[in-house]
């Protein structure tokens, strides 16, 4: 017997799609802060924290483009895709399943990211966590959305 998975209309669970939006926008912030980082020209002190944090290293190696495209681009359009979710596709009965599959997407390609921060690179980038941070609380808040539309069921 199959589970139908119903838009959450009511109650709980209509409030998480604002903080699910409002997280979802700080992340497209975060991605534009580094994008910005990625294009410029000078060295910034912006979160030049000596040799373990160092964005500019991070955003500017080799692994900060991915076919051509900085991945700060590629976040923002992920980010771009869960805040679309979240406000104009909210009525949608498939819309937590969407939001959990894509915040997972996120996720793992966040934590290869910072797999390459960690082991490659050898340097953190507060941007990069922060984004990291950012699309974890998506994917938790998605997931328990989810569970909680297919409870009700």
């Known amino acids: 017997m199959q589970t139908a998975v119903t838009a959450p209309s009511a109650g709980r669970t ?7 939006a409002l997280l979802a926008f700080a992340g497209i912030l975060v991605s534009s802060i580094s994008l910005y980082h990625h294009f410029s020209k000078s060295k910034t002190s912006f979160c030049d924290i000596g040799q373990s944090f160092n964005c500019d ?15 700060a681009l590629i ?13 104009v ?17 996120g996720l793992a390609f966040a934590l290869r990211l910072t797999y390459i921060e960690a082991r490659v690179l050898y340097a953190w980038c507060i941007l990069c966590l922060s984004s990291l941070a950012t699309i974890l609380a998506i994917a938790v808040v998605s997931g328990l959305m989810l569970a909680a539309a297919t409870k009700r069921s």
């Open 14 to 20: 209509s409030r998480i799609y604002p903080a699910i």
């Open 57 to 71: 290293l991070v955003n500017r190696s080799e692994y900060s483009t991915l076919a051509g495209l900085p991945v």
């Open 75 to 87: 976040g923002i359009a992920g980010y771009l895709v869960l805040l679309s979710l979240a406000t």
């Open 89 to 105: 596709y909210r009525e949608k009965a498939e819309t937590p399943l969407l939001l959990l599959l894509a915040s997972l997407a």
